[in-house]
């Protein structure tokens, strides 16, 4: 236990290190990190570092998905509803019975029911891939909505796939007619749950005595709860975390205090951030292991059968993306649909974020070592290869190769849409302006005699004049020059601050605890400062 908590240790400053430098040359921090797992696999000090497949959906799956689930906008998620659910279900459902076609076909001693389980494994693309890849992209915001919100669903849907080919495997018997019924119920019952177990933390959020340092703890608690109950049950447990996140995320304001808010998301940042550092470097090292577990296989026909079936996924979703746009453009004579002609562009750069990753990777090493029987679960290391396979090659490839495809295709925002930064200032106006109207109507008295008030006055009013020159075709650049002025001496301000705190922590007659409380105080303020017009 000692030593393999010091090998851990040395893997986390490893991931610090090397995702610092991914962030200095410009690239996601996902493949880099992969690169880096391969050579260190052969270190002899790192070795030994495997996970028990029997835990290992329990340990990453269930943060990792509610820290999507409570990041993605339900408002974009249900505009987006129609092609995120094709690509949700059907998609994947077609993707696996293709790679299970393919793979038996191909594969001496491959069964259909072990092809499936191929396919369930690797059918969903990593959202955290394609939004670390996408974050330093200009691309229109509704299309990372589209890919965050896919991604989402695709893990619950292919897992299940994956659950039932797995019970397949196990028994050697598989009823279409009973696998669609327990699929439809798996799903159903996965949501139930899972917006039970929410609603059941909702009330002890909103009504019960907690602190803040409670409602983080409550949170991580959450999706293991909702995991493990709906697990217990036999249903859907991605499902349960998926739904009770998104129910949960929706509802924050009106169970979480600001200071609960503002502290959750630093921690959860920090932990989900820690989570796919281990996966993405537990990948590279892994993959020395597996290869020498192929055994009679060998390594050169295990190779061709990862780049046929890497063939057939880059293919299948690249059908599948121009596929969906057509039935767009026809179903959207008949019914209201969010965007008519989607055109070319989208859909070529749809077809490729298709980077496999987190729970490609959590299925794969999920898979029992042995049957219930005692035999050896069959073909597992080359599934496992297969499966590192695809993760490698679609996130080096396409994810070093994504930047340019979107600057040669040049997409831009949809006709109609309002920038983001425009969308930012409008709202700031609009605050202000509603601030200005309920100061001035309803506490006109107080404003006389309230000199706080009056200064509060003066900010909302310059925040409106400010943003009415910042929108004038002409005075953008004087409005800018303002505000950077405003920056460098608010900056300067909050930096000699932060100097007298520290003369005043040094005097014995003041507690330290009330300077650290200012000091918390001006890194608000000096965010504020940043974000102002960002």
């Not at 060998?298 to 690249?318: C, D, E, H, M, Q």
């Not at 990753?357 to 898979?367: D, P, Q, R, Y």
Request: neutral net charge; contains cysteine.
């Amino acid at each position: 236990m000692h030593y393999l908590i010091i090998q851990l240790t040395c893997l986390l400053a490893i991931i610090l290190l090397v995702v610092m430098i991914a962030e200095k040359l410009k690239i996601a921090y996902p493949i880099l990190l992969l690169l880096v797992g391969l050579p260190l696999g052969f270190v002899p000090a790192l070795q030994g570092i495997e996970i028990n497949p029997d835990v290992i959906f329990v340990i990453f799956l269930p943060p990792l998905l509610y820290e999507a689930a409570w990041n993605t906008s339900w408002k974009d998620f249900w505009k987006w509803r129609r092609i995120i659910s094709s690509f949700a279900f059907p998609i994947v459902i077609l993707t696996s019975t293709i790679v299970a076609w393919v793979s038996q076909a191909i594969i001496p001693g491959f069964t259909w029911s072990l092809g499936f389980l191929l396919g369930g494994i690797i059918s969903p693309p990593d959202a955290v891939s394609a939004t670390a890849i996408l974050k330093n992209i200009k691309v229109p915001k509704n299309f990372v909505s589209i890919i965050e919100g896919e991604s989402l669903l695709n893990d619950a849907s292919s897992l299940v796939v994956f659950r039932f080919a797995l019970a397949a495997v196990a028994t050697g018997s598989f009823v279409f007619s009973h696998a669609a019924v327990d699929f439809v119920l798996v799903i159903i019952m996965g949501i139930v749950i899972g917006l039970a177990v929410a609603i059941v933390f909702y009330a002890i959020h909103r009504w019960m005595p907690t602190t803040t340092n409670i409602d983080i703890v409550l949170t991580f608690i959450t999706p293991y709860a909702m995991y493990m109950i709906a697990e217990e049950f036999h249903y859907s447990g991605v499902l349960a975390v998926v739904s009770g996140g998104l129910f949960l995320s929706v509802r924050r304001q009106e169970f979480l205090t600001n200071q609960s808010r503002l502290q959750s998301i630093n921690v959860w940042q920090a932990v989900a951030f820690v989570l796919n550092g281990f996966v993405f470097i537990l990948i590279g090292l892994e993959f020395p292991i597996i290869i020498k577990g192929l055994g009679p296989v060998g390594l050169k026909p295990a190779i061709n059968y990862s780049l046929i079936i890497i063939g057939v996924l880059i293919v299948t979703r690249f059908a599948s993306a121009f596929g969906a746009t057509l039935f767009t453009m026809f179903i959207g004579r008949y019914i209201k649909v969010a965007e008519r002609y989607p055109g070319w562009k989208a859909p070529l750069l749809f077809g490729w974020t298709g980077m496999r990753g987190v729970v490609s990777l959590a299925a794969a090493l999920s898979i029992p070592l042995t049957l219930s029987s005692g035999a050896g679960f069959p073909n597992r290391n080359l599934i496992l290869f297969i499966t590192f396979s695809v993760i490698i090659v679609t996130l080096v490839l396409q994810g070093l190769s994504l930047p340019f495809l979107v600057k040669w295709v040049n997409i831009g925002d949809r006709e109609g849409d309002i920038p983001l930064v425009k969308q930012r200032q409008l709202i700031r106006k609009k605050l202000s302006h509603l601030s200005l109207t309920i100061l001035n109507d309803k506490y006109a008295e107080k404003l006389e005699s309230n000199s706080m008030l009056k200064s509060a006055v003066l900010r909302f009013t310059s925040d409106v004049e400010l943003l009415k020159d910042w929108e004038t075709e002409g005075n953008n650049s004087k409005a800018e020059a303002f505000y950077q002025e405003y920056q460098a001496i608010m900056s300067d301000l909050i930096k000699q601050q932060r100097a007298l705190l520290s003369t005043l922590n040094k005097k014995e007659n003041i507690s330290e605890d009330l300077i650290k409380h200012q000091q918390e105080l001006l890194d608000l303020e000096e965010e504020k400062i940043r974000q102002y017009f960002a």
